[in-house]
């Protein structure tokens, strides 16, 4: 998309959330959105677009079940001088609920996995209290 070069990192960030909100969300799911003036080079704001996509498709097509104060954030803040961090969150029933190892084998996961790859990143998950989802990379 040819507009796409003119928008800011945040819009591009807020476009992706409230559209993938809009095709997989089972219900109505609040968004806080919080990201830092950063700038990125266009490649790797793709290849971020695309994991933040992709971890939210999970929580909203997974999280909430019909529950009807349904969250997530997402946030990209700088990490020291020279990283940054993505964190998107849900409020969702967690990962206690899924067979064992089950969220580790999927589709999706190998998906985010290859994102955070492709960044030269590193991810935790931390799956009580609804899903989040850490990701550090160089900010270069």
């Keep these: 998309d040819p507009l796409a070069r003119e928008m800011s990192v945040h819009d591009q960030i807020e476009q992706v959330v409230l559209q993938t909100r809009e095709v997989t969300a089972k219900g109505p799911v609040a968004c806080d959105i919080r990201i830092a003036p950063i700038p990125l080079e266009t490649g790797r704001l793709m290849t971020l677009v695309l994991l933040i996509s992709e ?41 206690g609920e899924a067979p064992a190892g089950a969220a580790a084998r999927g589709l999706g996961t190998a998906i985010i996995r290859g994102f955070v790859s492709q960044l030269n990143g590193r991810m935790t998950v931390d799956g009580k209290n609804g899903v989040t989802t850490v990701v550090t990379f160089p900010a270069g």
């Design 55 to 95: 971890i939210l498709t999970n929580s909203f097509k997974h999280a909430f079940d019909g529950r009807e104060d349904a969250r997530v954030l997402v946030e990209l803040a700088e990490d020291g001088p020279a990283h940054l961090r993505l964190t998107v969150a849900d409020n969702g029933k967690g990962l």
